[in-house]
Every structure is written in structure tokens, then in C-alpha cells.
């Protein structure tokens, strides 16, 4: 069983930057990808940004430039680097796992089995 918890939310004015981690906990497959997702209130949940087991990403329009996904596979730790953010940013932030190479389409959240409890990132203008 594969548990992932998040951490590194927070609230920042806009154009500040903050760095999510996910760490990952019990059973660690030798392949597996990862994803960032966030739901805002009244939205639905949008992939952010994937990673698959190989170090390939891929990000969101919404994000590309500011937002950069990476992972430590020594300590099992996925991160998400938040630059230059806005209010619409504002949103739940979860990490997602599931095992396999890659994901056949990165953003749907039906791609990943596991998911971390969210963590907060509220972004004031």
C-alpha cells in the first residue's frame, strides 16, 4: 500500500513562490509516476503538472513557466516549485501515484490510484 502526504502549503501575496513536497510512504515500486493536481472551491479537480518514472514532465498551460515538477527518488519525495503566483492559483493541491511507467494521459485523474490529503496554497493579490 502506497501512502502519500503532502506538505509546504501556504498563503502568499502574489508573484511570491512556495515549494510543495509529497512524500512517499510503504510499499515503493521500482517504476511508478506521479502527478500534481488542485481543486479550486466550485471547480473541478485539474492536473498541474506529471512526472513519470524516466524524469519526463509535462505541465498545464496554465502553469508552464512558473511551476516545476521534480522527484528524489533516494528520499521518495515529489516536489512542486511555484513561481510567480497568482491568485488564481489559489486552490487544494494533491499529489498523485500510481505504478507504471508513465501515464497514458497525465492529467486525468483516473490515471493515479493514490492520492496525498491536499495541502493549501491561497495566493492574495
Known amino acids: 500500500q502506497v501512502q502519500l502526504v503532502e506538505s509546504g502549503g501556504g498563503s502568499v501575496q502574489a508573484g511570491g513562490s512556495l515549494r510543495l513536497s509529497c512524500e512517499v510512504f510503504?510499499?515503493?515500486?521500482?517504476?511508478?509516476?506521479m502527478g500534481w493536481f488542485r481543486q479550486a472551491p466550485g471547480k473541478e479537480r485539474e492536473g498541474v503538472a506529471g512526472?513519470?518514472?524516466?524524469?519526463?514532465?509535462s505541465y498545464a498551460d496554465s502553469v508552464k513557466g512558473r511551476f516545476t515538477i521534480s522527484k528524489d527518488n533516494a528520499k521518495h519525495t515529489l516536489y512542486l516549485q511555484m513561481n510567480n503566483l497568482k491568485p488564481e492559483d489559489t486552490a487544494m493541491y494533491y499529489c498523485?501515484?500510481?505504478?507504471?511507467?508513465?501515464?497514458?494521459?497525465?492529467?486525468?485523474?483516473?490515471?493515479?490510484?493514490?492520492w496525498g490529503q491536499g495541502t493549501q496554497v491561497t495566493v492574495s493579490s
Open positions: 510503504g510499499y515503493i515500486p521500482s517504476d511508478y509516476y
Open positions: 512526472i513519470n518514472m524516466y524524469g519526463g514532465t
Open positions: 498523485a501515484a500510481n505504478y507504471g511507467m508513465f501515464a497514458t494521459v497525465w492529467y486525468e485523474s483516473r490515471q493515479y490510484n493514490y
